[in-house]
């Protein structure tokens, strides 16, 4: 038997026996698992499930080891993966700790820093957020205003972030700030850590459209950063931002999971979905429009998995962080929000439903998911924003 083969055995047996038989059902919205010193688990399986993952390093199954990783190949992890998939296990734990600042630090922080965040982020013990966009930087960026005033032995940070996903539960904020005024606007920002737990940082949770509250504005007076907290070189944080990017959008679009699982399949795939709710006529749906739309729909999806799978088999990382990551963010959010608008045209008002017995808690959490599905081609950056990047970095058109 290979070793390829003698994990999997492994795996399979380990997971078998370690992961709780609640955390193979899918997770309603407020069972999923973000850590943070903050954090309350409803299951508490699931932080019994997140324990020892994490005390295999499998929370982040591909990070080296001395970090707190779990040190596998990328064949390893595939297999992780596959193994996970087959008997619907939750991932344990998800955040920007893992798919943006972790990956960023592991390309561009230093030993010290990596020593500093990463184990904690392996562990769950500390929970991130993204200070990037602010009220008149989005698209742009770069635009940025956030003043980092240089204090000697430490930074000084003033101003206001917004749509700060999470915010509110976070421990930490990585940010994009103006360390150097007169110079060229890509050319004066640095990227620096912020620890929230000091009176400089302020949290105001905005309230949406879905009844909740996912993102915050998030203020800065005279916030303390220590210098050690500087990731990268001063005013060269642009790099490490983009970078960081890359990382983000490969992880929207589902790079991570090698392509194993839909981001919106807790019902079935849509032909199960049909068959449920409106039933086939000579395994056949009757409405001709409607089967071509599931048809080209699902089609597309599997394509789309497939080709997730072969770019991180490809992918040494794991991932492609790469300008063609853009691709994978546009296609993945496009397709997504089709996917619900069909499944909603097939659900009929039962794909409408808020609350009360009429409605299942898989159709509760369906509708909230079509609402949230609007914000997916926005955040990491708009798919207008992701065609610019694929015609100039990918295709070479001209500016
Ligand atoms: C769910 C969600 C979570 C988010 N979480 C975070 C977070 O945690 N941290 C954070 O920092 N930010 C976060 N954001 C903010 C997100 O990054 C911005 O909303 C996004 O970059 C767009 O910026 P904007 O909202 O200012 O829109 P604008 O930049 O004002 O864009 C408005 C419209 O103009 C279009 N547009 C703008 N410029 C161009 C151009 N050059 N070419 C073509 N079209 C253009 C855009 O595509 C869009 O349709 C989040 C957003 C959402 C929706």
Redesign the pocket.
């Known amino acids: 038997m290979s070793n390829l083969d003698n994990f999997r055995q492994e795996t399979r047996a380990w997971l078998e026996e370690n992961c709780p038989a609640s955390m193979c059902e899918p997770a309603a919205e407020d069972d999923i698992v973000g850590g943070g010193k903050k954090a309350t688990y409803k299951n508490p399986d699931a932080k019994l499930w997140l324990d020892r993952m994490a005390a295999k390093g499998w929370t982040a199954p591909t990070w080296p080891k001395a970090y707190g990783g779990g040190g596998l190949t990328k064949a390893e992890n595939l297999i992780l993966q596959d193994e996970m998939f087959r008997i619907n296990a939750r991932t344990p734990i998800t955040g920007?700790g893992f798919s943006m600042i972790g990956p960023t630090l592991l390309d561009y922080g230093t030993e010290e820093q990596k020593l500093e965040h990463l184990p904690k982020i392996v562990s769950g013990e500390i929970r991130w957020?993204?200070?990037?966009?602010?009220?008149?930087?989005?698209?742009?960026?770069a635009s940025l205003q956030t003043k980092c005033e240089d204090k000697g032995d430490y930074f000084l940070v003033n101003g206001q972030?917004?749509?700060?996903?999470?915010?509110q539960y976070a421990d930490w904020i990585f940010t994009l700030v103006r360390t150097e005024p007169q110079a060229p606007k890509h050319e004066g920002i640095s990227f620096v850590l912020i620890d929230m737990d000091q009176p400089g940082v302020t949290v105001k949770p905005i309230r949406l459209i879905s009844g909740n509250s996912?993102?915050c504005e998030t203020f800065f007076d005279d916030a303390r950063v220590e210098k050690h907290n500087l990731v990268g070189q001063l005013n060269r944080g642009w790099t490490v931002g983009k970078r960081l990017l890359q990382h983000e959008r490969s992880s929207i679009s589902g790079l991570g999971s090698a392509g194993r699982r839909g981001r919106y399949d807790a019902m079935g795939t849509l032909p199960d979905i049909a068959r449920e709710y409106i039933g086939l006529e000579s395994g056949k749906l009757a409405d001709l429009s409607l089967r071509d739309s599931v048809t080209r729909n699902t089609m597309n999806l599997r394509a789309f998995n497939l080709t997730q799978r072969r770019a991180m088999e490809e992918n040494e990382s794991g991932g492609t962080p790469t300008f063609a990551t853009s691709m994978f963010k546009y296609f993945g959010s496009e397709n997504g929000k089709e996917r619900l608008e069909i499944q909603l045209k097939i659900m009929g008002t039962q794909g409408l439903g808020w609350e009360g017995d009429s409605f299942s808690q898989a159709e509760h959490t369906l509708t909230r998911t079509w609402l949230?599905s609007k914000?997916?081609s926005?955040?990491?950056?708009?798919?207008?924003?992701q065609?610019?990047i694929i015609a100039k970095r990918v295709l070479g058109l001209p500016d």
Do not use: H, V
């Open positions: 920007m957020c993204q200070g990037y966009s602010e009220p008149g930087a989005g698209s742009d960026l972030k917004i749509w700060t996903s999470g915010a996912p993102f949230r914000s997916s926005i955040a990491g950056g708009s798919s207008e924003i065609l610019n």
